[in-house]
């Protein structure tokens, strides 16, 4: 987990700045995902290429019949999914921060003009050191989105919902679903179909059948999340 | 870990970065720092012990593993990292050095320490220029040392001490492939925003 605090830390803005289902879809991510990868599913495949063993002593025909089992380790892929499908997050975050510090300087503008209007007294106009979210409405201690802040809220997770279907139709279309103990391999130099045997398949089948489920929990909860805010942007425009 | 003294370094830039600088340092962290660390290591983590050789005589195996990868393109993908991080430390020092200033004057010379004015704006200019040149030149680097950005599985070697041409095979060549792609594109990306931030700098 120690890896993945340079992500961690941009998400936990994120988790502050979320609604309920962003929160608990957050939470998915950091526990099921990056947690269950770095401990768990590492250790699986770490010695993948050294106890993939292939029946034939044909000095290379091993290097080359796993790497046309595996273009690229599940390992890795899942790692790449974790990080695209977080970024639309980080991107809302950063227009976010954006805003905020264009409404800040703003603010600090329209203090300056009224301390000059006013005349030089002993106004004292209080700079944030770190600027809140004032798109957020806390009222009833309920957050509320308003704005274009909604608009690119939306969109991340648009672009995050389009993430997570590439890359489970992208792992369908590269391997299937279930891992087969046995690879038969037909490349040269190997000199006939050779039988190739993966390490560990059904330990690796428990886990990618785990991370294929969470995926599916990740589209779904942001799916509901899509849906809750349309469902609101609706009744604030019948509001209006 | 010494990426984390990099990236505690950095996170000091953070501060006095332009909105693409942000974006920028963003960029390095999660898709080249993180994707270094947490994937493309491991991609490379046995490679010479799985290049193998078709050929039983001693040696021949060592010296053409170093012949075809006489730095292996994960640690030029750390040193392009790491150099192309540092040039912001510059902007980091600049304004260390005008506080520095400001203490041993007692009285405050500058409207505010990390305001893009003067000397420092030129300091942000050249650590700009310097992080692209480094781009570049890594890019120009790691085409020349691998002709190209692809990684063949089969390469043939005839150096001493190998008796004749000898087929050698290189362990996980599509993965690497696919990360290699990963970093030139990633690489670009960062040169683009540069060009960016630094058209956005001389225009304003």
């Known amino acids: 987990?120690?890896?993945?605090?340079?992500?961690?830390?941009?998400?936990?803005?994120?988790?502050?700045?979320?609604?309920?289902?962003?929160?608990?879809?957050?939470?998915?991510?950091?526990?099921?995902?990056?947690?269950?990868?770095?401990?768990?599913?590492?250790?699986s495949w770490g010695d993948e290429q050294a106890d993939f063993q292939c029946d034939t002593i044909q000095p290379g025909c091993e290097n080359v019949c796993y790497d046309q089992a595996f273009p690229i380790s599940h390992i890795r892929y899942w790692v790449l999914q974790i990080i695209f499908v977080s970024t639309p997050s980080l991107v809302y975050m950063g227009h976010a921060m954006h805003t905020v510090r264009m409404q800040e300087k703003r603010k600090l503008?329209?203090?300056?003009?009224a301390k000059e209007v006013r005349g030089a007294g002993s106004y004292q106009y209080p700079v944030a050191e770190k600027a809140e979210l004032s798109c957020w409405e806390e009222g009833n201690g309920r957050i509320v989105l308003q704005g274009t802040l909604l608009n690119t809220y939306v969109c991340s997770i648009l672009i995050r919902t389009t993430m997570e279907v590439a890359f489970i139709v992208g792992q369908y279309l590269l391997y299937g679903i279930f891992l087969d103990t046995l690879h038969v391999c037909r490349r040269s130099p190997c000199p006939h179909p050779v039988n190739c045997y993966v390490s560990r398949p059904t330990e690796k089948n428990v886990f990618i059948v785990f991370m294929l489920a969470v995926g599916a929990l990740s589209l779904l909860l942001s799916l509901a999340e899509l849906y809750h805010l349309g469902w609101k942007k609706i009744r604030q425009r019948f509001a209006k | 870990?010494?990426?984390?003294?990099?990236?505690?370094?950095?996170?000091?830039?953070?501060?006095?970065?332009?909105?693409?600088?942000?974006?920028?340092?963003?960029?390095?962290?999660?898709?080249?720092?993180?994707?270094?660390?947490v994937a493309?290591?491991?991609?490379?983590?046995?490679?010479?012990?799985?290049?193998?050789?078709?050929?039983?005589?001693?040696?021949?195996?060592?010296?053409?593993?170093?012949?075809?990868?006489?730095?292996?393109?994960?640690?030029?993908w750390a040193l392009q990292l790491i150099m192309v991080s540092t040039p912001s430390l510059l902007v980091?020092?600049?304004?260390?050095?005008?506080?520095?200033?400001?203490?041993?004057?007692?009285?405050?010379?500058?409207?505010?320490?990390?305001?893009?004015?003067?000397?420092?704006?030129?300091?942000?200019?050249i650590s700009l220029i310097v992080k692209t040149g480094f781009e570049i030149g890594f890019l120009v680097l790691f085409y020349k040392l691998y002709d190209g950005f692809s990684v063949p599985y089969l390469m043939k070697c005839d150096l001493k001490p190998?008796?004749?041409?000898?087929?050698?095979?290189?362990?996980?060549?599509?993965?690497?492939?696919?990360?290699i792609l990963f970093l030139v594109i990633t690489s670009c990306l960062c040169i683009v925003l540069n060009f960016i931030e630094l058209s956005f700098l001389v225009l304003k």
């Not at chain 2, 996170?11 to 390095?28: D, E, F, Q």
């Not at chain 2, 190998?162 to 990360?179: A, G, L, R, Y």
């Open chain 1, 1 to 43: 987990m120690g890896d993945w605090s340079f992500l961690g830390e941009f998400l936990e803005e994120v988790h502050k700045h979320s609604t309920v289902i962003g929160k608990v879809w957050l939470t998915v991510l950091f526990i099921f995902r990056m947690l269950v990868l770095g401990a768990a599913a590492e250790s």
């Open chain 2, 162 to 179: 190998c008796p004749n041409t000898v087929d050698c095979f290189i362990s996980k060549p599509t993965e690497k492939k696919i990360f």
């Open chain 2, 1 to 37: 870990m010494g990426w984390m003294f990099l990236r505690d370094l950095l996170t000091g830039v953070n501060k006095y970065s332009t909105g693409i600088g942000r974006i920028w340092l963003a960029v390095v962290f999660i898709f080249r720092l993180l994707v270094y660390m």
């Open chain 2, 92 to 125: 980091v020092l600049h304004v260390a050095y005008r506080e520095g200033r400001e203490k041993r004057h007692r009285k405050k010379l500058y409207v505010s320490l990390g305001m893009m004015d003067g000397g420092l704006w030129y300091t942000y200019l």
């Open chain 2, 40 to 76: 493309a290591e491991h991609v490379w983590k046995d490679e010479q012990k799985e290049f193998e050789c078709n050929i039983k005589q001693p040696g021949c195996e060592n010296v053409c593993f170093d012949h075809f990868f006489p730095i292996s393109q994960i640690r030029l």
């Open chain 1, 109 to 113: 503008r329209e203090a300056e003009r």
